[in-house]
């Protein structure tokens, strides 16, 4: 009896690429009066990602605020910005295929070049590539005993989208010299038609105050909907959210001795959740009176489940490159940052800041660093990323030369659920099985052999199993008999 095979065939979105690149960019500033450069804050924001034959051409926007000081002493600051644009090759690259691209400063270096300072940044880029496929698999097997399961099959639904957030408030400073902002999604889902993200933007500022920097910080809470063709029912989704630009408008109020701030960002969204689609698969099969040679396919997906917030203290001693001693007396700890890896348990990295101080009646600056260790309880294996962002960052001499900080942590990891699902693609008919001619055959089990493990070896339905031997209680445990009887045929 020859075998038919009936299929289900499917289109689905799934990432075929994560591809790695760095570029250097740097931008030189020229035609001003400049002596000691105190602080660099280096701002990225990404314009255009293409996909084409072997390549991803990617472009992007560099920023760069420094602040120095003038022949007087006196704080100024200047801004320049710069266009770059760099690719990443790889093989699999086909132009109908979608590149999502993430761009991060990874380190700077500060050079002059006679009166000319170059700031020059190296930028890592992370660009996900996502194509569509078919998928197709077997639902029935006409002349054969099948497995049949009921299976979750998805497919990735990408998402992208800006908006614009607004605050104003008021703070004790004269200026502001360099605003630094990043911003953490706490929540994402969709609902028919749009995608809700909400989060909070974590500024930094680099202000003046009678004169001489202090830091100053502000949380600003955001909410916003994307639209997205694609969003039907309500579901987890993750997204992850980048300050595009930041603008800070400053006026001073000499009667209340208070500066107002307008601010306003323009912030980048890029994200994904997955439809589900519950279908019925074939999982195994087999022929009673032929070989059967199956195909199989495995799939596995990460389903986005929950945010998990933590806030955290951390403190300790930490590295300056210059040195430090009494004389230095400590203004503000500008521009903090957090450099961190996942550990089995948490996270551990650094946190990062520039410290300007004052000696000898100037102002001078020079990075800081505090190692952390952070343990996150309740975070599964299955974490997809984790996100970290510095609330506030002070310092202080604990003793002579020796300095200490405490920062203010928020961390937002994206967790979820693996999904695995293994069914038959394709199966084909080989050899006839030569007929067993005992009208009754005695089979011993092994221990732990289930219903449709023991009728595949038998080569008999799960039905006739059980009607022959109605006693019989799966798991076996290895020390049954199973009696099969065979009609004498005519």
Not at 237 to 264: I, P, Q, T
Not at 267 to 284: K, N, Q, R, T
Not at 323 to 352: H, M, Q, S, W
């Amino acid at each position: 009896m020859s075998i038919n095979s009936q299929f289900q065939t499917g289109n689905f979105t799934r990432r075929v690429a994560v591809l790695k690149s760095q570029s250097m960019v740097e931008i030189k500033f020229a035609g001003q009066d400049m002596g000691e450069v105190a602080a660099v804050c280096p701002q990225i924001s990404l314009n255009s990602c293409e996909v084409s034959s072997g390549r991803v051409n990617y472009g992007g926007r560099l920023i760069a605020t420094v602040v120095y000081t003038d022949a007087d002493g006196k704080l100024c600051r200047v801004q320049k910005g710069a266009e770059f644009s760099h690719y990443a090759d790889d093989d699999c690259l086909a132009p109908a295929q979608r590149g999502d691209c993430r761009l991060t400063c990874e380190r700077y270096q500060v050079k002059r070049e006679g009166s000319t300072f170059v700031v020059a940044v190296v930028v890592g880029a992370e660009i996900s590539v996502y194509d569509s496929a078919q998928r197709s698999y077997v639902s029935a097997i006409d002349g054969a005993v099948c497995r049949t399961e009921s299976a979750k099959l998805y497919s990735m639904v990408n998402f992208s989208g800006e908006s614009d957030v607004e605050d104003d408030f008021d703070c004790v400073a004269s200026d502001v010299l360099i605003p630094s902002a990043q911003a953490l999604v706490l929540d994402c889902g969709v609902r028919s038609g749009v995608v809700e993200v909400s989060g909070e933007i974590f500024l930094a500022l680099l202000a003046v105050r009678d004169g001489s920097p202090v830091s100053l910080d502000r949380i600003i809470p955001f909410k916003c909907e994307l639209s997205c063709d694609e969003a039907l029912l309500s579901r987890r989704a993750c997204c992850r959210a980048e300050v595009k630009s930041v603008n800070v408008n400053c006026k001073v109020n000499e009667e209340r001795g208070k500066c107002d701030v307008e601010f306003n960002a323009t912030l980048a969204f890029s994200g994904h959740f997955f439809e589900e689609e519950e279908v019925s698969v074939v999982s195994d099969a087999f022929c009673a009176d032929s070989e059967l040679s199956l195909t199989f396919l495995e799939e596995n997906t990460l389903v986005d489940t929950d945010f998990k917030v933590y806030s955290e203290r951390v403190n300790g001693p930490c590295a300056a490159k210059a040195k430090i001693d009494y004389t230095c007396a400590f203004l503000a700890a500008a521009l903090p940052n957090a450099e961190y890896e996942r550990t089995p348990d948490g996270i551990e990295g650094t946190v990062t800041a520039t410290l300007l101080y004052e000696q000898g009646g100037e102002v001078h600056s020079t990075e800081v660093n505090m190692p952390f260790t952070v343990t996150l309880s309740g975070l599964s294996a299955n974490c997809k990323t984790v996100t970290v962002a510095v609330c506030g960052m002070s310092l202080r001499q604990r003793a002579e030369g020796e300095c200490e900080a405490e920062a203010v942590l928020k961390i937002v990891a994206a967790d979820g659920e693996q999904s695995t699902v293994k069914y038959v693609t394709e199966a084909v008919e080989g050899e006839a099985k030569k007929p067993c001619d005992c009208a009754v055959s005695v089979y011993i089990p092994s221990a732990g052999d289930g219903l449709w493990e023991t009728a595949k070896r038998l080569s008999e339905s799960p039905e006739s199993i059980k009607l022959s031997n109605p006693d019989l209680n799966f798991p076996l445990t290895g020390n049954e008999r199973i009696l099969i009887y065979r009609p004498k045929q005519g």
